[in-house]
C-alpha cells in the first residue's frame, strides 16, 4: 500500500510539473457523445432509428513527430457504446494517435500508432475534431475547417461564458464521393468551447445533419449531442510513452471470446437483412464495426446463398471498406470462385477500390495467384485479374511490400509460353506504370505473335519514362503489320511529342488505310501544342477530307495553341 502511494505521488508529481511547464499542457477530459439516427427510403411511412451512447475520456499532451513541435498525442480509454440496452467496449478508440494543430487551433494532420483502415481513422479524428478551436479577438469570424466529412463554414464568437462555433454549411465532401447520399443540410450547430493557452479544456454541443440522394429518394438524418469536461482521471498511459512519436510502440487490439462472440451475433443480424436497402457507402460504414472477424463472410459469399444483387453490394461495400481484413476477403472470395467467375469479376473490382495499402500476407497471397495461374473459368476473367493487378499495383508502388509482386509478375511472364497469360501479364506491367518493367516489355515488342507484341507496344505507352516513347518510334521505324503499326501510333499518344516526331506521325494520316489515318489523327489530337507549319498541312486535308470523324479530328488539332 506504500509502495502504492509513493507510485501515485511521483506520477502526481510528474503530472504537475508537467502542467506547470508551457510546453507541455498534458489533460484529461470526459466525453459523452449521444448519436441518434433516421434512414428512410420514399415511399416508407417510418425509418429506421438507432441511439448509440459512446462515453469514455482522453488524454492530450504535446509531443514531436521528427522533432517538427505542435503535434498532440492522444490516447482515449474506458470508451464504452451502449446500444438498444446492451454496452460494449470500443478497443479501436482507444490506439494511441496524434494530431498536428496551429497555435490558432486548426488541425491539418494525423498520425496512427498503427496502420488502420479508414473507419477506425475516421472514429480517432472525430475525437480530434472535437479539440479545434479558433479565437475570434473582438468581432465574430468566418473560417473553413474539416472534420470527419470534409470541408466546412464556420462562425465563431466570444460570449460571456466562453466561445461559441456554429458551422454554416459544408462546401466540399469528399467522404461521400462515391455515396449515394451526395446532399448535406446542416439543420442545426451550436457549439460552446473553454479555451486556454494549451486548448479546447471543455466543449459542449449539439448538431443536425440531413443527408439526402441525389434524387432525394434516400434520406439519412444524424442528431448528435456531446460534452467534453475536465477529468479527474491522470493521464498515466500517455505520459509513459516518449515524447517522439515514431518512438510509440506498435499497438495490437485484443478482443474477448465475449466480444468477439457478440460481434458475430450482429454481423449475423446485418446479413439476415436486405442489404440492398442499405446504401453501400453506409453499409461499408457499418462493415467496418466488425472488422476483427470480417473474414468469416467468406463461408457466405463462397457458398452462392445470397441473392445476386445482395452479393453484388456486399462487395462493392468491402470494397468502398479497403481495411485489411476485408482486402483478405475479397482476396479468398477471388480465390474461391473459379466456377463462378461474375463473382471473381465483383470480387476483383472490389479489391482495386482505393488506394490503402495491402497488408504483406495480402500481397503474398496474390503473388500466389500469379505463380500458380490463376485460376477462372472465363478466360476474360482470368485476363482481368492481371490487368486490374498491375492496375492495382500503380496505386501502391510506394509500399516496399509491393515490389514482390513486381517481380512475381516479371518471373510469370518469362516461364509461360501461353500468348494469352503472356498478353495478360505484359498488360499488368504496363499498367503498373513502373518504369523498371522498360527493358522486360522491350523484349517482347518483336515478338512472332501479333498479340504479344501488340501487348508489349500498348504497355510501353503506358510507361512515363521518356525512352519508352524512343523504343515506340523505333518500332514505328520497321514495317510491321497493320494491327502492331495501329497499337505503336496510339501508344505515342500518351507523350509529348517533338515536331519532327509529330511530322513522323503525320505521314500515316496519309495512308490509304483509313484505321491508321484516323489513328494517327487521334495521336496528334492528343498533343498538347501543334506547330503552325504542321497545322497548314492539316489544313490542306480538309477541302478533300470525305470522313466526318477525320473532318472533325483535324480541326481538334488545327485550333491547338501553336508549338514553338
Known amino acids: 500500500m506504500r509502495w502504492q502511494s509513493i507510485s501515485t505521488f511521483i506520477l502526481m508529481l510528474l503530472v504537475q510539473n508537467a502542467h506547470a511547464s508551457s510546453s507541455s499542457c498534458a489533460r484529461v477530459l470526459d466525453f459523452t457523445i449521444d448519436t441518434q439516427t433516421t434512414f428512410a427510403m420514399s415511399g416508407l411511412t417510418s425509418g429506421k432509428q438507432s441511439m448509440i451512447e459512446l462515453k469514455g475520456r482522453i488524454a492530450l499532451r504535446p509531443v514531436t513527430l521528427n522533432d517538427q513541435p505542435g503535434w498532440w498525442g492522444a490516447v482515449a480509454s474506458d470508451v464504452i457504446a451502449k446500444e438498444a440496452g446492451h454496452e460494449a467496449r470500443q478497443p479501436d478508440y482507444e490506439i494511441p494517435f496524434a494530431f498536428l494543430q496551429s497555435t490558432e487551433g486548426t488541425i491539418s494532420q494525423f498520425w496512427f500508432a498503427q496502420p488502420l483502415d479508414e473507419a477506425a481513422e475516421q472514429k480517432l479524428k472525430g475525437l480530434?475534431?472535437?479539440?479545434?478551436?479558433?479565437?475570434?479577438?473582438?468581432?465574430?469570424?468566418?473560417?473553413?475547417?474539416?472534420?470527419?466529412?470534409?470541408?466546412?463554414?464556420?462562425?465563431?464568437?466570444?460570449?460571456?461564458?466562453?466561445?461559441?462555433?456554429?458551422?454554416?454549411?459544408?462546401?466540399?465532401?469528399?467522404?461521400?464521393?462515391?455515396?449515394?447520399?451526395?446532399?448535406?443540410?446542416?439543420?442545426?450547430?451550436?457549439?460552446?468551447?473553454?479555451?486556454?493557452?494549451?486548448?479546447?479544456?471543455?466543449?459542449?454541443?449539439?448538431?443536425?445533419?440531413?443527408?439526402?440522394?441525389?434524387?432525394?429518394?434516400?434520406?439519412?438524418?444524424?442528431?448528435?449531442?456531446?460534452?467534453?469536461?475536465?477529468?479527474?482521471?491522470?493521464?498515466?498511459?500517455?505520459?509513459?510513452?516518449?515524447?517522439?512519436?515514431?518512438?510509440?510502440?506498435?499497438?495490437?487490439?485484443?478482443?474477448?471470446?465475449?466480444?468477439?462472440?457478440?460481434?458475430?451475433?450482429?454481423l449475423d443480424a446485418l446479413m439476415n437483412t436486405d442489404l440492398t436497402q442499405i446504401d453501400?457507402?453506409?453499409?461499408?460504414?457499418?462493415?467496418?464495426?466488425?472488422?476483427?472477424?470480417?473474414?468469416?463472410?467468406?463461408?457466405?459469399?463462397?457458398?452462392?446463398?445470397?441473392?445476386?444483387?445482395?452479393?453484388?453490394?456486399?462487395?462493392?461495400?468491402?470494397?468502398?471498406?479497403?481495411?485489411?481484413?476485408?482486402?483478405?476477403?475479397?482476396?479468398?472470395?477471388?480465390?474461391?470462385?473459379?466456377?463462378?467467375?461474375?463473382?471473381?469479376?465483383?470480387?476483383?473490382?472490389?479489391?482495386?477500390?482505393?488506394?490503402?495499402?495491402?497488408?504483406?500476407d495480402v500481397v503474398n497471397k496474390l503473388a500466389a495467384l500469379i505463380t500458380q495461374g490463376f485460376d477462372s473459368q472465363e478466360s476474360e476473367m482470368r485476363q482481368n485479374f492481371y490487368l486490374t493487378l498491375g492496375i492495382i499495383l500503380k496505386t501502391q508502388n510506394e509500399l516496399s511490400q509491393v515490389q514482390a509482386l513486381h517481380d512475381t509478375l516479371t518471373t510469370a511472364l518469362q516461364q509461360t509460353g501461353d500468348e494469352e497469360k503472356q498478353a495478360a501479364l505484359l498488360g499488368a506491367l504496363g499498367?503498373?506504370?513502373?518504369?523498371?518493367?522498360?527493358?522486360?516489355?522491350?523484349?517482347?515488342?518483336?515478338?512472332?505473335?501479333?498479340?504479344?507484341?501488340?501487348?508489349?507496344?500498348?504497355?510501353?505507352?503506358?510507361?512515363?519514362?521518356?525512352?519508352?516513347?524512343?523504343?515506340?518510334?523505333?518500332?514505328?521505324?520497321?514495317?510491321?503489320?497493320?494491327?502492331?503499326?495501329?497499337?505503336?501510333?496510339?501508344?505515342?499518344?500518351?507523350?509529348?511529342?517533338?515536331?519532327?516526331?509529330?511530322?513522323?506521325?503525320?505521314?500515316?494520316?496519309?495512308?490509304?488505310?483509313e484505321t491508321l489515318r484516323y489513328t494517327s489523327l487521334l495521336t496528334l489530337a492528343r498533343q498538347q501544342k501543334v506547330p503552325e507549319a504542321l497545322k497548314q498541312q492539316l489544313r490542306t486535308e480538309l477541302a478533300s477530307e470525305t470522313s466526318k470523324r477525320n473532318f472533325k479530328t483535324l480541326i481538334e488539332i488545327i485550333e491547338k495553341p501553336e508549338q514553338q
Open 128 to 266: 480530434a475534431y472535437l479539440l479545434q478551436w479558433r479565437t475570434p479577438k473582438t468581432e465574430p469570424i468566418t473560417v473553413l475547417e474539416n472534420d470527419t466529412l470534409g470541408q466546412y463554414q464556420a462562425s465563431y464568437q466570444v460570449e460571456q461564458d466562453g466561445i461559441s462555433m456554429q458551422k454554416l454549411e459544408y462546401v466540399q465532401l469528399p467522404s461521400l464521393a462515391s455515396s449515394a447520399l451526395q446532399k448535406v443540410t446542416i439543420a442545426a450547430s451550436k457549439h460552446l468551447l473553454q479555451v486556454n493557452k494549451c486548448g479546447v479544456t471543455a466543449r459542449i454541443g449539439s448538431e443536425q445533419l440531413t443527408f439526402k440522394s441525389s434524387n432525394e429518394a434516400l434520406d439519412f438524418t444524424t442528431i448528435q449531442q456531446y460534452q467534453l469536461k475536465p477529468s479527474a482521471a491522470l493521464p498515466s498511459k500517455l505520459l509513459e510513452l516518449p515524447q517522439e512519436l515514431e518512438l510509440w510502440p506498435k499497438q495490437v487490439i485484443h478482443y474477448t471470446d465475449e466480444e468477439l462472440a457478440r460481434l458475430q451475433a450482429e
Open 280 to 360: 453501400a457507402y453506409l453499409l461499408a460504414q457499418q462493415l467496418a464495426k466488425y472488422e476483427p472477424i470480417l473474414t468469416q463472410l467468406a463461408t457466405v459469399i463462397n457458398a452462392h446463398t445470397l441473392a445476386d444483387k445482395t452479393q453484388m453490394r456486399l462487395l462493392n461495400a468491402l470494397g468502398i471498406l479497403g481495411s485489411d481484413n476485408a482486402k483478405r476477403l475479397l482476396v479468398d472470395v477471388l480465390a474461391s470462385n473459379a466456377a463462378f467467375p461474375e463473382t471473381q469479376f465483383r470480387a476483383l473490382r472490389a479489391l482495386a477500390h482505393g488506394d490503402k495499402p495491402f497488408p504483406v
Open 431 to 513: 499498367n503498373s506504370g513502373k518504369a523498371e518493367h522498360l527493358s522486360t516489355l522491350k523484349n517482347y515488342v518483336n515478338n512472332h505473335s501479333a498479340r504479344v507484341s501488340t501487348a508489349a507496344i500498348k504497355s510501353l505507352g503506358r510507361l512515363s519514362a521518356e525512352e519508352a516513347k524512343t523504343v515506340l518510334f523505333d518500332t514505328l521505324n520497321v514495317p510491321r503489320g497493320k494491327i502492331t503499326t495501329k497499337a505503336t501510333l496510339s501508344a505515342l499518344g500518351n507523350f509529348q511529342l517533338t515536331p519532327a516526331q509529330q511530322q513522323q506521325v503525320y505521314s500515316y494520316a496519309k495512308s490509304n488505310d
